[in-house]
């Protein structure tokens, strides 16, 4: 049966410090000045996610929903790029827990829909919440991304406004980008990517080298991706981040302070034994997308080459294709508190 919750409005000081510029911890234990990031306007976003490939999304959702409320965010559109029967549906979980329902669409990767098992995590926490829900019920995920360009262009939304955030395979944006001229919109994907898309944010590959899953899930759509999303080709930049370059030391706690033991993110982590730790490395992909570089390194403009067949990523200066690479430029302890949720 399908339950509401209570809404879980946060207070997250921590961001509000990062944001002000106060006194912060570093991971050297040293007080210092936290950067200012200053949040000129809310962000409007499209996601995809591995929901239920992983257990990142138990942290990374209750931080996208407490930035909806908190203004932050205006989310378009959210896609479960896993080829799993309850990703989609525990994206939906967390909509409704928060109480966002109708805010955005949720589309799943209709071709793979149900390929691989679920996470028993997964299984559990749309069991408890949402029971007969899985991804037959959603809309390919393809043609959820097209209706949330619209929605943006009929909401008033200018040229080069959207962050796509993507911190899963590639599949649904290049099943975007292969969409033709419909009903929708006039326009093609590519035309979508090409004329509202501001920026690209994906947690994907390793950097200079190596294989890493998002990549070598759907090695074939990183490829493409990769080969195609250019400045050249009229693209808007593209920033990637590795999982070897400081995002994945950073951790969560599951579930945070801030989450009740009623919470989705709560009976996630009872069904995998105990509240435990996630690395951020999804978050803080969400986190450049939203709050910007600050705290960051960013590559010079290169080329991301990718292996068709196995997934193997590979960075080159040698040409600037307007793809760039990240590395955290703080310790852990600082994007830990930007990310915390108290």
Not at 140 to 168: D, E, M, P
Not at 200 to 223: H, K, R, W
Not at 225 to 252: D, I, R, W
């Amino acid at each position: 049966m399908r339950r509401k919750k209570q809404r879980v409005m946060g207070k997250a000081l921590p961001i509000v410090l990062a944001l002000l510029g106060m006194p912060f911890i570093t991971s050297c234990g040293k007080d210092v000045t936290a950067p200012l990031i200053s949040l000129q306007a809310r962000v409007d976003v499209i996601y995809d996610d591995d929901c239920d490939e992983d257990i990142d999304c138990v942290t990374t959702q209750p931080l996208i929903h407490h930035w909806i409320d908190r203004g932050y965010v205006k989310m378009w559109g959210m896609n479960s790029s896993a080829p799993s029967k309850f990703g989609a549906p525990a994206l939906k979980v967390f909509q409704q827990y928060y109480g966002h329902e109708g805010l955005f669409t949720i589309g799943a990767s209709a071709p793979a829909c149900g390929l691989r098992n679920s996470a028993a995590w997964a299984a559990a926490v749309v069991d408890q919440f949402d029971a007969g829900d899985d991804c037959t019920h959603y809309t390919s995920c393809g043609t959820v991304l097209r209706q949330s360009v619209a929605n943006y262009i009929a909401g008033g939304g200018t040229a080069n406004g959207l962050v796509y955030v993507i911190t899963g395979p590639l599949t649904c944006e290049e099943e975007l980008r292969a969409t033709s001229a419909d009903s929708i919109s006039p326009l093609t994907g590519a035309q979508m990517e090409q004329k509202y898309i501001k920026e690209f944010v994906l947690m994907n590959g390793f950097a200079p080298s190596g294989t890493e899953t998002n990549c070598s899930e759907d090695a074939v759509a990183c490829s493409r991706f990769f080969a195609n999303v250019t400045s050249q080709n009229g693209f808007p930049p593209v920033y990637v981040v590795p999982l070897n370059t400081g995002a994945a030391s950073v951790v969560t706690q599951i579930p945070n302070s801030s989450e009740p033991p009623t919470s989705p993110s709560a009976c996630a982590a009872k069904s995998i034994g105990g509240s435990g730790k996630t690395k951020d490395e999804d978050a803080l992909a969400f986190e450049f997308g939203v709050l910007g570089s600050t705290g960051w390194k960013i590559s010079a403009n290169s080329t991301n080459t990718v292996d068709a067949s196995t997934g193997t990523n590979r960075w080159s200066g040698n040409k600037a294709s307007g793809q760039y690479y990240l590395t955290t430029a703080y310790g852990a302890s600082y994007f830990e508190g930007v990310l915390a949720q108290q």
